[in-house]
């Protein structure tokens, strides 16, 4: 099994079936059914059609909040490896990659060999198999704009195939395939440019990082370096010795509010002045829920019951930051502060994470 991902570290723990905190980056969840592990394509499916229902995908458990009470299904552990050029011009590269490959692997081998496209991406934990999913995206940057397609194994239909990239329903941190469990992917296309340069910084921050302007470009190597700075300072980059990033990356997913509930969120923080925004197709307006968060009186560090707290270096995780809370907890102090706003600025919070057996 790859150590890049969260697994069993005490003998109590490795007993089949162990509990799922031991696979998830939260190190939360209950005991499972069964737990299988699929080390290629073929056996993900084998796994898949074998197994007695209920059936849980997993793979680096960096994107789910699991119940106390577990999952009592069938649990099947993503860990395929591998990648391969599938097709290649003067410009550009298509690479397959298996869905158990670990991302950050991925990333940084299309930086050292010259692909631009997802070096932005650099430093988000899990697999790559995952990133359709909810469309994985950081500093300005999205998966949606690399992947081609999406081979998958369709349980419905008991059959693989490729998914185009236009049939994937890629959106802001959403696709086909998320909150459905039909399709289990397989591996993933990307098509990434042959360049020594990344592609034009669009976020200001990475781009004052790089001391470079909104729209430049720079070298590959150094924006991945750039990236994982930026996200080291805000516990983004999964640290054993860290309880700041024994979470799910951001908790909550920025609200994108329609022009009259953006007007009614600028009335009611009027005395904090205009918060953070980012314009959408058809006026649609993006903000942040980080803001949202803090100005509804939950600061960095600030604790919830029972060793679940949010991090130190970023409003938008919740942690289990004791390392042995619940997840009963996690969803209290989640609750809290989805209430909080809600009661001060009338814009609902949603959870970027899949629930698994809980609710928030
Ligand atoms: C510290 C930290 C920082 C993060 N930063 C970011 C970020 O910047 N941007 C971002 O977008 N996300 C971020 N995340 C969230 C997470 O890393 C990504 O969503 C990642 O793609 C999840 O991959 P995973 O393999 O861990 O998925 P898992 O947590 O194992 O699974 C997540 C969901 O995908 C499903 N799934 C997984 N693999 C497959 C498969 N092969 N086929 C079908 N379904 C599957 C699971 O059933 C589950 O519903 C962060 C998380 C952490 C802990």
């Known amino acids: 099994m790859s ?7 005490t003998e109590a723990d490795r007993a089949i079936p162990g509990p799922l905190a031991s696979y998830t980056t939260l ?43 577990g999952f009592a299904g069938t ?10 050029v599938v097709a290649e011009d ?54 949606a704009e690399t992947i081609t397609g999406v081979e998958v194994y369709d349980r419905a239909e008991d059959t693989r195939y490729l998914i185009p990239a236009t049939d ?13 469990d039909r399709w289990v992917v397989l591996s993933v296309d990307f098509r990434l440019t042959k360049s020594p340069l990344s592609g034009p910084v669009r976020y200001a921050e990475l781009a004052r990082a790089l001391g470079v302007e909104v729209g430049d470009r720079v070298a590959l190597a150094d924006a ?33 509010l329609d022009p009259a509930t953006y007007e009614s969120l600028r009335e009611r923080a009027a005395d904090l002045g205009d918060p953070p925004n980012w314009p959408g197709a058809d006026g ?19 604790p919830g019951p029972d060793g679940v707290a949010i991090s130190g270096k ?19 102090l989640a609750a809290t502060i989805r209430d909080e706003v809600y009661a001060r600025f009338g814009v609902t919070l949603h959870p970027e994470p899949v629930l698994i057996n809980c609710t928030l």
Not at 75 to 84: A, F, I, K, P
Not at 99 to 125: I, Y
């Open 314 to 332: 970023h409003t938008l995780a919740l942690t289990n930051h004791s390392g042995t809370a619940s997840t009963a907890d996690l969803l209290t």
């Open 284 to 302: 649609m307006v993006k903000v942040s829920a980080a803001w949202l968060i803090d100005k509804a009186g939950f600061a960095k560090g600030h």
């Open 75 to 84: 649990v099947v552990l993503v860990r395929s490896r591998g990648l391969r």
């Open 224 to 256: 991945r370096a750039a990236v994982l700075r930026l996200r080291a300072g805000k516990g983004m980059v999964l640290d054993a010795a860290d309880p700041d990033t024994r979470s799910v990356g951001s908790f909550f997913t920025n609200p994108v």
């Open 90 to 143: 003067a410009t550009s590269v298509t690479v397959r990659v298996e869905a158990g490959e670990p991302w950050d692997d991925l990333v940084a081998a299309t930086v050292a060999n010259g692909w631009a496209g997802l070096e932005c991406l650099s430093g988000v934990p899990g697999s790559t198999g995952a990133t359709p999913i909810q469309n994985v995206g950081a500093y300005g940057q999205e998966v």
């Open 3 to 9: 150590d890049a991902y969260a697994q069993p570290t």
């Open 168 to 180: 994937c329903g890629f959106a802001y941190r959403g696709s086909i395939f998320k909150y459905r």
């Open 27 to 69: 190190r939360m969840g209950g005991p499972a059914g069964r737990i299988v592990t699929a080390a290629s394509a073929d056996e993900i499916v084998r796994a898949v059609r074998a197994a007695e229902e209920p059936i849980l995908v997993l793979a680096g458990g960096s994107n789910v909040v699991i119940s106390d009470t």
